[in-house]
């Protein structure tokens, strides 16, 4: 069924996009316009797309079985590949066909080697993963948006940005309590800290608005003198 579907990511970049969002909650015009919400931003969104499109074209055109069986997530240039394939030799082309790609800087290997799953399987994995992405949409305190999952035979795969630890925490404990289960990899980062600088030193941080007054420096401070008989210090350095 993959195969029929490639050309059709081909014609659509957008088309290609991955929210948290289950498909049948939003369309594609709403998958594009909701990308401005998320931390990476509309240019993250489309760049992590056309990272994705890249490598389904070499799988598809160099080996076609890696297309079938090989799952790609791709977040802010990091790239995700899950599922099973055949041999060894596949497991290590479809790594190294990643790093190919333009705009890669991260490849996790969650591969398996081995049989396929069952379309039993397939389905179980479908309906955890529906689970968790509909369960944090509709949850407060999670900006499900920065959000991707994966299920592969029971192990339930989590990757984004998280806005702290505590969102963090919650997102993957919501994870370990759906039924089905086995196992939670968080491949998840939390969302950077850029602390404002204002014009009196002091600083504002947007995650929690708390501000800091540093220690105002000693008004008439006057350097240390020398002790006698010392030359003039080694302004060698190791760090130079």
């Known amino acids: 069924m993959k195969k029929y579907l490639f050309f ?25 316009a909701t990308s401005a919400a998320e931390e990476r931003g509309v240019g993250g969104v489309f760049s992590d797309t056309a990272i994705k499109t890249r490598l389904n074209f070499l799988y598809s055109s160099r080996d076609p079985d890696l297309f079938a069986d090989v799952d790609i997530v791709v977040r802010q240039g990091r790239v995700l590949l899950t599922g099973t394939v055949e041999t060894l030799q596949k497991q290590i082309d479809a790594v190294r066909y990643a790093w190919e790609v333009e705009g890669v800087k991260e490849v996790i290997d969650e591969l398996k080697v081995g049989q396929g799953t069952s379309l039993g399987d397939s389905a179980k994995d479908a309906w955890i993963t529906t689970q968790l992405k509909t369960q944090l949409l509709f949850d407060g305190e999670v900006e499900s948006i920065n959000y991707n999952i994966q299920t592969v035979d029971g192990t339930l795969y989590v990757m984004g940005v998280a ?25 998840v980062k939390l969302k950077e800290v850029i602390l404002h600088f204002q014009e009196d030193g002091s600083f504002r941080s947007p995650l929690n608005e708390s501000s800091y007054q540093p220690a105002a420096a000693p008004q008439s401070a006057q350097p240390a003198a020398q002790p006698a008989g010392l030359g003039r210090p080694n302004q060698s350095s190791a760090f130079d």
């Open 163 to 187: 806005q702290d630890q505590k969102e963090l925490d919650h997102v993957l404990n919501a994870a370990r309590h759906i039924d089905g289960v086995k196992k939670v990899v968080s491949y």
């Open 8 to 32: 059709g990511i081909l014609i659509s970049l957008a088309a290609g996009l991955e929210g948290c969002v289950p498909a049948a909650l939003v369309g594609g015009t709403t998958a594009v």
